[in-house]
């Protein structure tokens, strides 16, 4: 059996796209082992969870570093020395760098609430009530140097209701993050996931479109 993939997660704040992950490794759904959990926030409760879990975490504050890219350079120098094969950003509300992720294409991937390409960026949920959109979701994507641009996995929907607001869809969205993004990092642990020069690859066949959480699968 091959060894587990090395996971690092970068994370800013709750963690609870975090916490699914790791309640999915305790159910015995993924075989992955988390070497870092890395956040620019000292407070965020992200890192309580990680060290309650026995995982090494470590912060970086933005405000010690001159720009943009010496801080991005820093954070990848120290994330890079923990080794993993994978970054999750589960909740990392940076913007990251370019040239700092080059390196790391095709091994970092992002949980976005929307259903990308709609709604690049901050408030997904105000947006798409705005806009009078019937449905809604969360993507699970590579990370390119383009802000919530790089090609979808998957995504998890759900039908906006009359009455729904901002509160009430985040709430609804959640659960399904939680069940989205562990089922993307098992595909990857499983070796069935990866992206190369020619897209998103998924057992050996290019993904024409993102997978959908349907009843509890992924399905195409
Ligand atoms: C999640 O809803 C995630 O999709 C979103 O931040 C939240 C983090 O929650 N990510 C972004 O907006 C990234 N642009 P969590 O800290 O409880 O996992």
Redesign the pocket.
Known sequence: MSAPLRIAVL????????AALLAARERGELSVEFVLVASDKADAP?LQLAQSAGIPTTVLNPREYTDRRAYDFALFDRIGASKPDLLV?????RIIDGEALKPWAGRMI????SLLPKYR??H?HRRALKAGDLEHG?SVHYVTAEL?GGPVIAQAALTIEAGDDENTL?TR??PL?HQLLPAVVALIATGRLALDDEGIQLDNEPLRKPLRWQKGILAP
């Open positions: 994370a800013s704040g709750r963690g609870s796209n975090f992200v950003l589960a909740g990392f509300m992002n949980i976005h609430p960026g901050l997904t969360a919530d985040a969205l959640l993050e």
